[in-house]
């Protein structure tokens, strides 16, 4: 057993170098959680073959088969990459029918086989030390091309070569044949051919699901960000929804054995109209600062993954009084469960909970909101029916909603069990059972601000007048909870010296304890004449006095997430040529 434990941290220890030393690009090792999902008690075998399962135990012969083909630093090596494609017939190689392939699904008899196109693979000894243990694997059996249409990431080079370490035959041309008519036949052109068009400006972060931000430029020219600028955090294909059908269901404690369904209709004719403007960000924003520290798992969200808009639509505080639930304590409700109807290959859909006390209470302004900017809302966003949960992290502001249900127990899908929580920057994913180690589901988030122009590494061009160059340096600061921003700082100095901007009026007058929307600020700095650069710093402080950390060290993580360290950016400066003098010519 210390042996196996052994061989596990040493290869976990060298996928992270390999990480780390930036062989995996950035878009390959985002979100274990979105595209090598384990739901519920159920391991996904696309988790086994994506990067959590890279990054698991391969043993005894395994490990040899995967060091035969090594990944490479295409900058430290001199040898020729070679490409490997998966799923090719192998004419070295024995032939089996599906029929076969299917009784292979027991790790303790005959081991556990799977099939892409051509290709049989031998996955049993992935399956060992993999955070799903040995619980069922959808895929025993299958073929996993279908759960690939989904996790696009798996359509990776580097994931190929761990696979074909893994190849034991060929599938007969047969069963080839129809598994790709039965593939043709559920998915068509694919889970994601049906996607909304986005906005050119945005940079995506990744494709599939589709994830991207807007330029830091433009995020902040207007206090609410237009429809097609608003960032976009997909875990799934985005459904497509006929709101004349939709309806919503709302069932649990109090609710009784059927429950009630409510239509669009229903919700705008029986309940007041209410409006929210709010800013919803992602736990993951600035994650690309924090793998400049060390490497992290998830989406390489730079400065702009949020954004704010004016909701309208009904309070769920409105809807649940209106069917006697307004006590928590009264009937033994804990947590207020919220699933969409964005789903996955197995019909699991997303879903999140937030405490029954957030649903409740009319102060907190959660929202089952059918309109965003006074239009309905974006596909992309939610339609037709997104909670809006003010104050709280965007992961909680379940899209495409299809389910509340009242509950004693936290939602127990993926999403709020495995991810969206906190690690102790000790703990990495060579840590054994680093699951243990997880904090507590995010809900409301920290103090956080940000420089969204000039952006690092931007020459700043001198004018050359007589009077002194300004910089304009703008961004953004915002708190959760609803808590108010009372300060920006600027420093140009790496904190030894500050400056206070100019905060936005319309930030500051949001009422005490329920600003949910952002605080735009602004400062003009005078840009001496004797440099060449400006490191620019900015942190704020909340109404409960919270600030900012100065670095990222102490709050690292291995998701990512929760990154309020100040943000800092490196400003060249151009200064102008200096005209000839006569003299000079001569």
């Not at 030393?21 to 519920?40: C, E, I, N």
């Not at 089952?368 to 949960?389: S, T």
Request: glycine fraction near 8%; aromatic fraction near 8%.
């Amino acid at each position: 057993m210390k042996m196996r434990s052994l061989v596990r941290t040493n290869f976990l220890s060298r996928w992270n170098s390999v990480i780390s030393k930036g062989h995996v690009p950035v878009a390959l090792s985002t979100s274990l959680q979105d595209r090598f999902r384990v739901w519920d008690n159920k391991a996904l075998f696309l988790a086994g073959l994506g990067l959590s399962a890279i990054g698991m135990t391969m043993l005894d012969d395994n490990m040899t088969q995967l060091e035969s083909a090594p990944i490479e630093n295409k900058e430290e090596s001199n040898e020729v990459e070679i490409k490997i494609t998966p799923g090719e017939f192998k004419a070295d190689l024995p032939t089996y029918t599906l029929a076969q392939v299917n009784a292979h699904i027991s790790a303790k008899t005959d081991g556990i086989w799977v099939v892409y196109k051509n290709g049989v693979y031998d996955i049993t000894k992935f399956i060992a030390a993999h955070p799903g243990g040995t619980k069922i694997l959808l895929a025993s059996g299958k073929s996993i091309e279908p759960f690939w249409q989904i996790y696009a990431a798996h359509n990776h080079g580097d994931v190929h070569k761990i696979l074909e370490g893994l190849r034991v035959g060929n599938l007969d041309p047969v069963d080839v044949k129809a598994l790709e008519e039965e593939r043709v036949k559920k998915f068509g052109a694919g889970p994601y051919a049906n996607e909304p068009m986005r906005h050119p400006a945005m940079k995506i972060n990744s494709n599939q699901p589709f994830n991207a931000e807007p330029p830091p430029e433009l995020l902040m020219e207007t206090f609410i960000t237009p429809n097609d600028l608003f960032f976009i955090r997909n875990h799934l294909p985005v459904p497509d929804i006929d709101i004349n059908q939709h309806k919503i269901e709302i069932s649990g404690i109090g609710f009784g054995q059927d429950g009630i369904s409510l239509s669009v209709e229903d919700l705008k004719t029986t309940f007041k109209q209410r409006e929210v403007i709010t800013t919803i960000q992602c736990a993951g924003n600035r994650r690309a600062e924090m793998s400049q520290i060390k490497q992290v798992n998830g989406l390489s969200w730079d400065t702009t993954a949020l954004s704010t808009a004016k909701w309208t639509g009904v309070y769920l505080s409105d809807i649940l009084a209106f069917y006697g639930i307004v006590d928590e304590d009264e009937v033994g409700i804990k947590h207020c469960h919220l699933e969409g109807l964005d789903r996955d290959i197995t019909g699991q859909a997303y879903g999140a909970s937030i405490p029954i006390a957030t649903a409740l209470d009319k102060r907190k302004e959660v929202l089952i909101a059918y309109a965003m900017n006074d239009e309905p809302i974006p596909r992309d966003h939610g339609y037709p029916l997104r909670a809006i949960v003010p104050g709280t992290v965007g992961a909680r502001n379940v899209k495409f909603l299809g389910r509340i249900i009242l509950s004693d127990e936290e939602y127990q899908g993926f999403w709020q069990q495995k991810d969206y929580r906190g690690f102790p920057p000790n703990v990495d994913y060579s840590t054994q059972d680093f699951h243990r180690f997880a904090g507590a589901s995010i809900q409301e988030l920290p103090v956080q601000s940000a420089i969204t122009e000039p952006r690092t590494g931007q020459t700043w061009p001198l004018e050359g007048s007589e009077e002194v160059d300004v910089m304009t340096v703008k961004g953004y600061a915002w708190s959760g909870g609803g808590r108010n921003i009372l300060r920006v700082d600027v420093s140009l100095d790496n904190g030894q010296t500050w400056q206070e901007a100019t905060l936005a009026p319309e930030a500051t007058a949001q009422r005490y304890g329920r600003a949910w929307a952002w605080t735009p600020w602004t400062l003009d700095i005078d840009i001496p004449d004797d440099i060449d650069h400006l490191d620019v710093v900015v942190k704020a402080i909340d109404s409960s006095y919270n600030v900012q950390p100065d670095t990222i060290n102490p709050i690292w993580n291995m998701r990512g997430v929760l990154n309020n360290a100040w943000h800092r950016i490196h400003v060249p400066i151009q200064k102008p040529l200096r005209e000839k003098d006569d003299d000079e010519d001569e």
